[in-house]
């Protein structure tokens, strides 16, 4: 099966500027995660969909980012204005309930941000 | 609040050895945890999943146990090889229905031939 999908792969932009990223999950994950991995840390939870509703973006800087699942598959992640501490990779993943098996998570390559 | 801690940043280990990798956690109650492994300029991919109520999963090379009383898990590679050489993150979680993971900062391991 295809993997999680993102673009771009990489992008640069000066601070207060504004920027998109964009992940199209595995066919049929009604659950698709945003996370952000500051280098040297694990990657943190932004923001949690399942199908096209929230359930978890309590760490999600709201003032400033923002995410959308229209339709329950692609998602995008924006950032307005960007701060120099958004410099991360950001991974998007999805998963799929199959009963017993745990929520084996799925990952994108990521967006390594770089904001000068 | 809940924090996982990995031992050591860093892990370096001849080839043929076995690696163990530590996971602690505190203020947390997981069901289950899971390992990921990690390569540069990749996204975290998932290795194995334990269930509370299971002491030791194996699969090929890599051996998981999980403490609950300890609150830790071990994670082996038995006759490592400079192939293992990545970064490794626990993550556990408290349910298997689509909840989303806390990750601790990973321990990067270098396997030496």
């Known amino acids: 099966e295809a993997g999680v999908a993102q673009s771009p792969r990489y992008k640069i932009i000066e601070k207060r500027q504004s920027v998109a990223f964009w992940c199209n999950p595995i066919s049929g994950h009604a659950t698709l995660y945003w996370y952000q991995q500051i280098l040297g840390q694990g990657p943190k939870l932004l923001i949690q969909?399942?199908?096209?509703?929230?359930?978890?973006d309590s760490q999600l800087p709201k003032d400033r980012f923002s995410a959308e699942r229209l339709k329950g598959v692609d998602s995008t992640l924006k950032i307005q204005p960007a701060k120099l501490e958004d410099s991360a990779v950001y991974l998007c993943?999805?998963?799929?309930?199959?009963?017993?098996?745990?929520?084996?998570?799925?990952f994108g390559p990521g967006t390594r941000l770089t904001v000068l | 609040s809940q924090k996982i801690e990995q031992n050591s940043e860093a892990l370096n280990i001849q080839e043929g050895k076995t690696a163990t990798l530590t996971c602690n956690y505190t203020n947390y109650s997981p069901a289950y945890l899971q390992w990921y492994r990690q390569d540069p300029g990749r996204g975290p991919v998932f290795l194995l999943l334990?269930?509370?109520?299971?002491k030791e999963k194996r699969k090929e090379r890599l051996k998981v146990t999980f403490d609950t009383t300890l609150k830790q898990s071990l994670f082996h590679i038995t006759a490592s090889q400079p192939a293992d050489s990545a970064t490794y993150l626990c993550a556990p979680s408290r349910d298997q229905a689509g909840t989303a993971l806390i990750f601790g900062k990973g321990t990067t391991l270098s396997v030496s031939s």
């Open positions: 334990i269930r509370e109520n299971e």
């Open positions: 993943a999805s998963s799929s309930y199959r009963g017993t098996s745990g929520n084996e998570q799925f």
């Open positions: 969909f399942q199908n096209n509703g929230v359930v978890d």
